[in-house]
């Protein structure tokens, strides 16, 4: 597994988790100049673009998300974070972080977000 994710778990409407993924060895090299994203799927959804950040820093969010998470990497610990506040029952889903680079891809496992009303 190149990319692990974790921190999901069970919160109430309104709370706060920090997702975290780390980046294995086998992809130290690049990930300084990859895209990192995180993705969401819910169940009977497609999977969709919830925040990426690219080398340089720039990020993109989804509507849904905006003003309530916030993306950021860790370069030097080869990391990438979700911050995810006011959360709302819609934001249940298995969260996925993904890499890209040049073409190239990789997939974490996902880490299940629970958001009870």
């Known amino acids: 597994v190149q990319l692990q994710a974790s921190g999901g778990g069970l919160v109430q409407a309104g709370g706060s988790l920090r997702l975290s993924c780390a980046a294995s060895?086998?992809?130290?090299?690049?990930?300084?100049?990859?895209?990192m994203g995180w993705y969401r799927q819910a169940p009977g959804k497609q999977r969709e673009l919830v925040a990426d950040i690219t080398s340089g820093g720039n990020t993109n969010y989804a509507d849904s998300v905006k003003g309530r998470f916030t993306i950021s990497r860790d370069n030097a610990k080869k990391m990438v974070y979700l911050q995810m506040n006011s959360l709302a029952p819609e934001d249940t889903a298995a969260y996925y972080c993904r890499m890209e680079r040049l073409g190239y891809e990789s997939w974490g496992q996902g880490t299940q977000v629970t958001v009870s009303s």
């Open positions: 060895r086998t992809i130290f090299s690049i990930f300084s100049s990859a895209t």
